[in-house]
């Protein structure tokens, strides 16, 4: 089906391990983005990207990485996983970005669990 | 002060009510704005922009102060299926980012 997905859906991992989020769209936005949803903070961004290859950082960057080597693919890594990025994740996307025409898109989220 | 407030909520109306939210935001070169609408452990979903000049959708109301840097959203004849999260949403300085307010909960009782 078309749209924007997430995996895993939930995720339950300890201090110190690797975690990589997975994100997929299949309406070949241009845009992506990586926020975090935290009680008390609202939606965070993490990191964007414009296109392919292209990604920068957003307000809460520390402790993760991204990569986009595909149009479709946005994947968001914890290098080592800390209690504090205990979460929901949300992925998103638009085809453009700025003026008033730039909805984007949320993915499910994904539910981490850092113990 | 933070660069999204919203009203803290929430707010509890029977249906057929009408109920108004507000939001304050800080940066006075942001350029778009946005409600978004959460379910319950749902990803944020768009409602409307908000438009200088005002704007409604059905029962939906939004407007926009640029002078007092308001925004506001208006929903009469509510209905039980409102009940949701209300998010306000500007565009950060540079254009590069939407930035979030932490939303007011309301909930619609028949």
């Known amino acids: 089906d078309a749209g924007i997905t997430q995996s895993p859906r939930y995720k339950i991992t300890e201090t110190g391990r690797q975690v990589t989020l997975m994100c997929h769209q299949t309406?070949?936005?241009?845009?992506m983005f990586w926020y975090r949803q935290d009680l008390g903070h609202g939606l965070r961004l993490i990191y964007y990207s414009a296109a392919a290859d292209i990604t920068d950082k957003g307000e809460v960057p520390d402790g993760y990485v991204v990569s986009r080597s595909k149009t479709e693919n946005f994947p968001l890594t914890l290098e080592s996983a800390t209690r504090s990025q205990t979460s929901v994740y949300f992925c998103?996307?638009?085809?453009?970005?700025?003026?008033?025409?730039?909805?984007?898109?949320f993915g499910p989220g994904t539910r981490l669990t850092v113990l | 002060r933070k660069e999204v407030e919203q009203d803290p909520g929430p707010f509890n109306v029977p249906e057929g009510a009408t109920v108004a939210f507000n939001c304050t935001y800080s940066n006075s070169a942001s350029q778009s704005f946005f409600w978004y609408r959460q379910d319950c452990r749902k990803e944020p979903k768009l409602l409307m922009s908000?438009?200088?000049s005002g704007n409604e959708d059905g029962r939906f109301t939004a407007q926009l102060n640029r002078a007092s840097q308001y925004i506001s959203l208006l929903i009469r004849d509510s209905k039980l299926s409102d009940s949701a999260t209300y998010l306000c949403?500007?565009?950060?300085?540079?254009?590069?980012?939407?930035?979030f307010g932490k939303g007011t909960t309301l909930s619609v009782s028949s």
């Open positions: 998103a996307s638009s085809q453009t970005f700025g003026g008033s025409y730039n909805e984007q898109f």
């Open positions: 309406w070949s936005h241009s845009y």
């Open positions: 908000v438009y200088s």
């Open positions: 949403v500007v565009t950060n300085q540079a254009g590069t980012a939407l930035i």
